[in-house]
C-alpha cells in the first residue's frame, strides 16, 4: 500500500510539474517575441532544435530577441559545397532531393527552368533544391564575371543531374543592360533543343524562392492560363519613356559595371510596335519561346533593343502584345502573380522592410515571414541566405511539408528537411 502511495505521488509530482513547464511556456510563446525561455543557454542550445515551433512563430508575427537572432545566425550549418570528386548519388540524398515525380499530373506537364546566377551559392542551393523535379529541366545561366570556385560549384552541380545543364554560351550581366536579356535569350535556345517535353519555362535569378509548390504551379499553368503567356506588364507610361528615348551604353571594366545614357537619340521600335513596359519575369509557353527565337520582329525588336535600358522589362511583354505571338495577350495587364517583392516605395502597402533593402528591393528578414507565406505569388524575391539564414530555412521547412503533403507517390525518407 505504502508503495502504491508513493507511485501515485511520484506520478501526480510528474504531471503537475509537466504542466507548470508547459504553461509557462504556452504563455511566454503568446507575447510579441519569442523569449529566450525557450532557449535558456543560446551558447549550447542549437536553433533547429526548436525550429518548427520558432518558424511557427515566426510566420505568426512574433519576433526574435536580439541575442537569439545573433545566435541563429552564427551556428555552424551542414556545408552546402560540392567537392570536386563529388559522389552525386550521395550528395543527392543528403541535400535532400526529391528524386520522383509526385503525381502524374505533375509527371505530365513537365516544366522549364531558366535561372541567372552570379553568386552565393548557397543561398542558390536553397533554392534550386526545392524547385527541383526529376520530370522538369533546367538551365542555369552562370554569369561570366561569377568567381572560379563558383562556377566550379555550378558545374558539379549541373554534372549531378541528367535534366540540368549550364548555358552554351554566357553573357558578362550588367545591371539593367542588354545583357541581363541576352542570358535569357541564351537558354531559350538551348532549352528549345532539348528532348524534354516541357509546356512552360519561367525565369529564376539565384536569389528567389519559391511560394508555390510544384504542383501548384503546374496546375495555376494549366487550368488558369491554359496556353495563355504570363507577362505582367501595360503599354509604355509617358514616365518610363527615358528607358527606350536615348540610346544606352554598357560600360564593363575592372571598377565600373554599369548603363550610361548617351545623348544619340533612339530611333522607334521596328515594325511600329507599340512598346510596353512590365516586369524582368514571366511564364511563357514552348510555342512562344519558339517564335522568340524565329519570328522576324521578335529578331528585329531584340536587336533593336540592344541599346535600351532595362530591356528584359520591355522585351517579353512587348512581344506577348502582338496578335500574332502564341498565347498573346494584346491587352496587357499587370495580371499574373510572378514575383512577391517589397519596394521601397510600397511600405505603405507592406509594411516595411524587416530585413534591409538592395536598389530599393527588400532582403527578407525573420519579421517578413508572417507576410511571405500569407502571399499568392509564384515566387518571391530577394533572401539573402548568410545573412538572414532563419528565414529561408523556415520557408524551406514549410514549403517541403506542403510539397511532401501534396505526394501521391512513396514518400522517401531523405526527401524530408532536415
Known amino acids: 500500500m505504502a508503495s502504491d ?7 501526480l509530482y510528474c504531471t503537475m510539474t509537466s504542466l507548470v513547464i508547459f504553461s509557462c511556456i504556452y504563455m511566454q510563446s503568446k507575447g510579441n517575441n519569442i523569449s529566450e525561455f525557450l532557449f535558456p543557454s543560446p551558447k549550447v542550445v542549437r536553433c533547429r532544435i526548436f525550429s518548427d515551433e520558432m518558424c511557427l512563430a515566426l510566420m505568426e508575427g512574433q519576433t526574435l530577441t536580439g541575442d537569439l537572432r545573433a545566435h541563429c545566425k552564427e551556428i555552424q550549418r551542414p556545408t552546402m559545397a560540392i567537392e570536386e570528386n563529388v559522389n552525386c548519388s550521395a550528395f543527392i540524398e543528403k541535400q535532400s532531393y526529391i528524386t520522383e515525380a509526385l503525381s502524374k ?5 513537365p516544366l522549364a527552368y531558366i535561372i541567372t546566377v552570379h553568386k552565393d551559392f548557397e ?3 536553397i533554392l534550386f533544391r526545392n524547385i527541383y523535379m526529376p520530370q ?5 545561366h552562370v554569369d561570366v564575371k561569377s ?5 566550379k560549384s555550378m558545374q558539379r552541380l549541373a554534372g549531378c543531374f541528367d535534366n540540368v545543364f549550364l548555358a552554351s554560351r554566357s553573357e558578362t550581366v550588367v545591371y539593367a543592360g542588354f545583357s541581363r536579356l541576352k542570358a535569357d535569350i541564351n537558354c531559350m535556345r538551348d532549352l528549345a533543343t532539348r528532348p524534354t517535353p516541357w509546356k512552360y519555362v519561367l525565369n529564376l535569378c539565384g536569389q528567389d524562392f519559391p511560394l508555390r509548390t510544384n504542383q501548384e504551379i503546374v496546375r495555376i499553368l494549366k487550368n488558369k492560363w491554359r496556353g495563355k503567356n504570363i507577362t505582367p506588364g501595360i503599354f509604355q507610361p509617358p514616365h518610363m519613356k527615358w528607358r527606350t528615348q536615348y540610346v544606352y551604353k554598357e560600360v564593363v571594366d575592372k571598377d565600373k559595371k554599369q548603363m550610361i545614357r548617351t545623348n544619340v537619340a533612339k530611333g522607334p521600335p521596328p515594325h511600329g510596335i507599340n512598346l510596353c513596359f512590365g516586369t524582368a519575369y514571366y511564364a511563357v509557353t514552348r510555342e512562344f519561346v519558339q517564335y522568340v527565337l524565329d519570328d522576324k520582329k521578335a529578331q528585329d525588336l531584340l536587336e533593336w533593343s540592344q541599346e535600351t535600358f532595362s530591356p528584359d522589362e520591355h522585351y517579353f511583354v512587348t512581344l506577348n502584345s502582338l496578335p500574332d505571338a502564341p498565347g498573346a495577350n494584346t491587352v496587357p495587364s499587370w495580371e499574373g502573380n510572378t514575383r512577391a517583392v517589397k519596394w521601397r516605395d510600397g511600405e505603405k502597402t507592406h509594411k516595411g522592410c524587416k530585413g534591409h533593402y538592395v536598389r530599393d528591393i527588400c532582403v527578407y528578414g525573420e519579421g517578413d515571414l508572417e507576410w511571405l507565406t500569407k502571399r499568392s505569388d509564384l515566387f518571391a524575391n530577394k533572401f539573402e541566405m548568410q545573412r538572414y539564414p532563419l528565414v529561408l530555412e523556415c520557408l524551406e521547412h514549410w514549403a517541403r511539408q506542403r510539397t511532401l503533403n501534396e505526394s501521391e507517390v512513396r514518400i522517401q525518407p531523405s526527401w524530408r528537411i532536415h
Not at 502511495?5 to 506520478?11: A, E, K, Y
Not at 499530373?105 to 506537364?109: A, L, R, S
Not at 568567381?147 to 562556377?151: G, L
Open 5 to 11: 502511495n508513493s507511485l501515485r505521488l511520484l506520478l
Open 147 to 151: 568567381s572560379e570556385s563558383f562556377k
Open 123 to 125: 543561398t542558390f542551393s
Open 105 to 109: 499530373e505533375e509527371q505530365d506537364f
Open 136 to 140: 522538369n529541366i533546367y538551365c542555369i
